[in-house]
């Protein structure tokens, strides 16, 4: 037998993806818009615009909007919540990884025994979502929080799953 059946590793993206990008751009020039009037009705270069409170506001609006596409582009650039979830049947482990924020705990590393794990759970309301379920009732996503996916398909990752780690599946309608 190859090494390939009793291993297995998934890959979860996180937060490097097209559509953050593309909310950080947006909201970058959008705030950057309400600064540049706010700072320009300051300057008295915007007639139409009186700075206080209307100005004055706007360019607060700009400056808020500015550090939310700033903490956008750093969690992007950082790649929190990205990771993978390696299932090792040869070694009998489990293995959760995944990246957050810069600092002294920046990586979360949770290692399981097979033994531990009591079923793959999947959840469908609020969101679809992949649990791994141990013994005494702990559970830890294993799907990516921000991509959508069908209800077959999650199905399919979960059967899959649960037949490859030899345990049951909960919740499957």
């Known amino acids: 037998m190859s090494n390939m059946q009793f291993k297995k590793t998934v890959p979860i ?23 540049l009037a706010g700072l320009f009705s300051y300057l008295g270069w915007l007639s139409s615009i009186v700075f206080f409170p209307q100005g004055l506001v706007m360019t607060f609006y700009g400056l808020v909007g500015l550090s939310l596409s700033i903490y956008l582009g750093l969690t992007m650039l950082w790649g929190v919540g990205e990771g993978f979830n390696e299932f090792d049947l040869e070694n009998q482990k489990i293995r959760l990884f995944r990246y957050g ?20 759970k ?52």
């Open 13 to 35: 993206k996180g937060s490097r993806r097209f559509s953050n990008l593309l909310i950080g751009i947006i909201v970058f020039l959008g705030s950057f818009g309400f600064l």
């Open 101 to 120: 924020f810069p600092g002294k705990s920046r990586s979360i590393n949770l290692e399981f025994s097979l033994d531990e794990v009591e079923s793959v």
């Open 122 to 173: 999947l959840e469908v309301e609020p969101r679809r979502t992949l649990y791994l379920r141990l013994k005494g009732k702990r559970q830890y996503p294993l799907t990516d929080e921000f991509e959508p996916s069908s209800l077959s398909k999650l199905e399919e990752e979960a059967t899959e799953l649960a037949r490859f780690l030899k345990v049951p599946v909960e919740g499957l309608p």
